[in-house]
């Protein structure tokens, strides 16, 4: 019962940031690649080295800032069942939702920020097993993985998270404004699987799917990437700052939870919190090489 409380803490903490980071108005520019320099290669996009204006203006855990990045490979599509099934058939690892029984899922009808602790669920049952399996959505975003889970199939695999900044990089594709399409939010439905509804009391069908939808459903960014917004939150590697406890991880893009009225993040700015081995049914990611 403690664990339960406790990750509804967290998502109701989490969430709260992302409600705070999407709360902030201005915008950025950034300087951005040509797009001859972008190559598409066996499903990675190249994003050359170079220098970029990302965060947002008054944002608390993205402030307006300027980095500059060695170039990197970034998934065109996020990390499936199909690649995480691969994963676990060659080294028989067993996720921390298996282990420890607290996934976090949703259903219709939970008030906002509300979801339940469900002991059946896991990443082959990221609803939990009376609400169906993965076997006809292998072309589905992998979910109800943890940060820690995620740093064991990356070792595996040969490939790492982006850091929070590459992640921005690669979602903007050289856009200056809150969303990679551009500032008019209503233009979000043909890009992203995300929540349509005013609240949550009723499912959500309005463009085909309430939870996951298989990656690359929706319009891609400029520079290719799909699914950048909506479907998972991705993950990423870094801290917000030097304080930051240890066990907390970020994620960022919104989900198919996400809707106007509560996460907002399905975002080009906002960041999401989470702690490391925490797992929930809208929680993916995304990797780089
Ligand atoms: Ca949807």
Avoid at 93 to 112: K, Q
Avoid at 186 to 194: L, P, V
Avoid at 203 to 218: C, E, I, R
């Amino acid at each position: 019962m403690a664990s339960q409380r406790n990750n509804i803490l967290l998502v109701t903490v989490w969430l709260g940031f992302c409600m705070e980071a999407s709360a902030q108005t201005t915008t950025r520019a950034s300087p951005q690649p040509t797009s001859q320099t972008i190559a598409h290669k066996t499903g990675f996009v190249l994003v050359p080295k170079g220098k970029f204006l990302l965060g947002k203006a008054g944002n608390r855990m993205n402030p307006l800032h300027t980095v500059r990045t060695d170039s990197f490979r970034i998934a065109i599509y996020e990390t499936t069942n199909k690649e995480f099934a691969a994963f676990v058939a060659a080294t028989s690892y067993i996720t921390d939702a298996e282990r420890m029984h607290n996934a976090m899922v949703f259903l219709p009808g939970l008030p906002e920020f509300r979801w339940i602790q469900d002991r059946t669920a896991y990443w082959r049952w990221p609803n939990g097993v009376t609400r169906g399996g993965i076997q006809n959505k292998m072309d589905h975003p992998v979910t109800c993985i943890s940060y820690r889970d995620i740093q064991k199939y990356c070792a595996w695999a040969r490939v790492r998270l982006p850091t929070l900044d590459e992640w921005e990089i690669a979602c903007r594709a050289g856009s200056k404004t809150d969303y990679f399409f551009g500032s008019d939010y209503s233009h979000i439905g043909e890009y992203a699987n995300i929540w349509h509804r005013h609240d949550h009391l009723k499912k959500d069908l309005s463009d085909g799917y309430m939870y996951t939808s298989p990656v690359g459903s929706f319009k891609p960014n400029q520079w290719g990437l799909y699914d950048i917004y909506g479907n998972v939150f991705e993950f990423c590697t870094g801290k917000t700052s030097k304080t930051e406890s240890p066990t907390s991880a970020h994620a960022r893009g919104g989900s198919w939870w996400c809707s106007m009225n509560t996460c907002q993040s399905f975002n080009s700015y906002s960041i999401g919190q989470v702690n490391v081995h925490a797992s929930f049914s809208n929680q993916g990611f995304r990797v780089v090489k």
